[in-house]
């Protein structure tokens, strides 16, 4: 890899919270960040500037072949077009393959299967009479997810409300599959971060509350040795199959038999790994740039019990941002109905401890 003035440049397609953290939490490694998104004023343009246009743009990708050792994601709705032409001249981690199978739940739900990781039982659906069989099949316990752009709780449908007519109309008749519903237990995510040679470090599972389909509380660690060794398999695994370079996460269900059932995962840092800017050595913003600038990461560890509480749809106005309770980050977006705003962290040695100043704060803030 050419290294520019010993100056090394990562491209990073989309100007969201999670690139603004990647470049904030990885200062010290006096790296060159280009950003290129499409929206005015992204939250990385806080930190750097960005380049305003399409993803597609050929000028923008051209910028970004020329001008940079590295090019990843910040979120994994980017064109796998634009990471294949990217692909061909430049180092791109995640790649246009990985991406690509996170983009489509049923390519993903197709690949956790052929590795042997448990998901529930799903149905392919293109037409209403697709949908009829598979309610048939599955129950009325189920839920009509779209097989793209389909995150924090968008595009899904639950069944038992609706008739599969109502459904199938509200879904947009788009491609899509039908999911049983789990009757979980609580939800856990696995945070990986896969270097260029060598093994994956994991940190501890996290456990994640949500709420209408969104991410509202993750809590780490999440501590169970056995499940803790069975995620890191299946993460193992899955990566093997990708090929995969950089941060992956993967969501579970945790039945109430025990078991882990994968529900989705995602191809970049991930918002149940947030608290690992207070809550660990080394952050999973900082650990994804070092992984694909093959810095080497020595170990990764945490300290204490940590929490995360997002801020949806209003940023509270009575929120003190300067305390030692906790910690405030305000991403710079304007409110909307479900639009992640920013987040709170707060650590503490003692669990009990931890919960009980969530609850204080859920309280004041929520
Ligand atoms: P997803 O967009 O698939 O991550 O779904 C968002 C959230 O909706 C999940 O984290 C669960 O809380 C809930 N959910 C999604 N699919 C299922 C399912 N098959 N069974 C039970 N809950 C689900």
Redesign the pocket.
Known sequence: MEIRENKMRIGILGGGQLAMMMIQMSEKHNIDFIVVDPSDNPPASKYVQCIKSDYNDKGSLDLLITECDVVTIDFENVPSEALKYLENKVSVYPGSYAVEICQD?LKEKNIFNGCNIPT?EFRTVNSISDLSLAIEILGND??L?SRRL?????N?ITINKYSAEEAWRLSGETESIL??????KT?VSIIGVCPKSSETIFYPLVE?F?RD???NLSIAPYENPKLQKLAESYHNKITKELNYTGVLVI?F?LDKSGNLIA??MAPRVHNSGHWTNEGANISQFEAHIMAIADINIKNISVNGNSAMLNIISKMPKNINKSNNTYKVYDYGKSERLNRKLGHITITNDDKKDLIENVNKISKSFF
């Open positions: 739940r529930t189920s839920i997810k389909g995150y924090d709780g968008k899904q999911e049983k519903k789990v009757d979980f939800e994640n949500h389909g969104i991410l969501e269900f529900n989705e």
